[in-house]
């Protein structure tokens, strides 16, 4: 089961956390930039080689210690066809490097459009009778506010090919409790969602860690939410966004692992990303950086478990 592959090499490398790769071109070291430009020119085509330029060595400096990465699609779609392909490159660039590849593109959608979807980021998609796989992501975060009819097509996905999703159930913004903490009987509706997810999951519960192929984000940013979901919601594997730059910290993920440590991966995109740019180390330095930083949330994470 994917959510297995994941804790494996969660354990593995004693490492609960993924690294966003969201890029700006704004992250992005100066020499790459002129570098990508001078040979594409000032087009989407020129930003998005110097998207991959920086990812790559970002991958080739977390692949070791760091379990996966998260790459953001929308940071991709927005540069066209090129940044897309970007998005394509990097997930196969980190598979080569053994990551998994949590895509987060929190899609949402019900019937054949969503058996789209899940064939496209999950999936392997029909070419004349030969079985082709587009993206090859491991996981893909959804957005589960149309029911069940939107869960079931990616379900079918996770269960033939050893995939995984994870449910937007308390997300980390400031303005999330708008809608996810009305009350339905009583009840917020984080919670109704949570419930749930382990409902769509209880199939695929499996050993020796006890988790399904459906995970849920949860945020940091709402820790005591965050410690009621995990009591509630003991066969759900998290993804915790909120670390970090969002205020987040070790004591407040804390709350999203189980008494043996395990049951949550914790995620950090400008925090690694950007290190060169906080740490004041010289642009062609920022993989290494990236690679302190990740270090320095993992013992930041494992000293409160």
Known sequence: MSMNRLIDRIVELKNPTVAGLDPKLGYVPNYIKEAAFEKYG???KGAAKALLEFNKGLIDALCEVVPAIKPQCAYYEMYGPAGVKTLYKTMEYAKEKGMLIITDGK????????EAYSIGHLGLTDVNGKQLSAFGGDMLTVNGYLGTDGIKPLLKVCDE?????????????????ELQDRLIDGKPVYE???????????ESVCDPYGFSNVGAVVGATYPEQLKALREKMPHTFFLVP???AQGGGAEDVRH???KDGIGAIINSSRGIMCAYQKRGFEEKDYAQAAYLEAIRMRDDIQGVL
Request: aromatic share 12%; with cysteine.
């Open 42 to 44: 000032y087009t989407l």
């Open 107 to 114: 899609r949402n959608d019900i019937g054949t459009t969503m």
């Open 161 to 177: 090919l050893d995939k995984g999703i994870f449910v937007l159930v308390k997300t980390s913004n400031p303005s999330s409790g």
């Open 192 to 202: 109704i969602m949570g419930e749930m997810c382990e409902k769509w999951g209880a």
């Open 242 to 244: 909120g670390y970090g």
């Open 256 to 258: 999203a692992f189980n």
